[in-house]
């Protein structure tokens, strides 16, 4: 179900839901626990909270830290996804299922099971898996290449970039996705070495983005794949409609079912503790709170996000 066009939200006040949104959040903050398996990310101020919005009419609200860069980390699953899906199209889903995979976001258990083709594309084996794809036939370093220019043509913002200390934290705790990988590989379901394909996975995983760049650069899977700013089409509407409907069934591992039953739009967290979300017709939301509830999900984010939507109405399910 289309949400409400722009010509529908003239009146809207977004700076005044965005402010009310942010203080009623502010009871939230520092709540939940950081994802401690990767040291970089313990050690971000737990305090850290954002919220951006962008609509399709290049309206943009912010609020606390919301041009403060931190580590997208699993978000970026959604623009590898995007670059993939128009490089090989649907030939990518005979390596990567579709399906909500009902485990954490880091299981091994499925694969075994599925002979080593992982169950949708944003949980850690599918994205690796992607990132195979995004390699191709040229390098890691080509292919994080195409990623990064990818994030600064469309947020608008050369300043994108990698958080080296962060994708070394990435490698160097990263045993358990070098198992995926490996297991992966050894269906013949990655077509480049393993590390190779993990040093593309690491460092997307270590972009650093602020919530206003991340919302600008998602802003065309709000329009059917089309910049409304632009005008440019970044991608076709049948990729955007099939990236959507995985952030809605599959973007937060375990909790996807929750935060599609509370908040009602297509969303993708990270363990970095922001939330992207799509408001099809209207815009992109973007928040960042580090604490994560047991699913490693942002806990106040997602309470931020259940307020605007109850604010504005944007749920699809409206």
Wanted: charged share 20%; hydrophobic share 45%; net charge negative.
């Amino acid at each position: 179900m289309e949400l409400p066009r722009a010509g529908l939200l003239s009146d809207l006040d977004l700076e005044a839901v965005v402010d009310d949104t942010y203080r009623y959040v502010e009871t939230y903050r520092g709540h939940g626990r950081q994802a401690s398996y990767i040291p970089a990310l313990e050690k971000v101020d737990p305090n850290k909270l954002a919220i951006a919005v962008v609509l399709g009419d290049g309206r943009t609200a912010l609020a606390g830290d919301a041009e403060e860069p931190f580590s997208i980390q699993s978000i970026s699953k959604v623009f590898t996804l995007s670059l993939v899906l128009d490089r090989v199209g649907a030939i990518l889903w005979n390596r990567v299922g579709r399906e909500p995979s009902g485990s954490p976001f880091n299981s091994i258990v499925q694969l075994e099971a599925e002979k080593g083709k992982p169950r949708n594309p944003l949980i850690n084996a599918g994205a690796i898996v992607v990132s195979d794809q995004l390699i191709g036939a040229d390098t890691a370093d080509a292919a994080i290449a195409e990623l990064v220019s990818f994030l600064r043509v469309r947020a608008e913002d050369a300043s994108i970039a990698i958080d080296d200390g962060v994708a070394m934290s990435e490698s160097q705790a990263g045993a358990l996705n070098r198992s995926l990988a490996h297991f992966v590989a050894a269906f013949g379901n990655l077509d480049n070495p393993v590390e190779e394909v993990l040093s593309v996975y690491f460092r997307q995983c270590a972009i650093a983005m602020s919530c206003r760049q991340l919302a600008r650069a998602s802003l065309y899977l709000a329009f059917d794949g089309v910049d409304p700013i632009t005008g440019e089409t970044v991608t076709t509407p049948d990729h955007c409609r099939r990236i959507l409907s995985l952030m809605l069934t599959c973007g937060h591992y375990d909790n996807s079912g929750d935060f599609a039953f509370r908040i009602g739009l297509p969303g993708k967290s990270g363990v970095g503790g922001g939330i992207l979300t799509i408001a099809p017709g209207v815009g992109a939301i973007a928040v960042w709170s580090p604490g994560l509830n047991q699913a490693g999900t942002s806990l106040a984010g997602a309470v931020a996000l259940e307020r605007m939507v109850e604010a504005t109405g944007w749920s699809v399910f409206a």
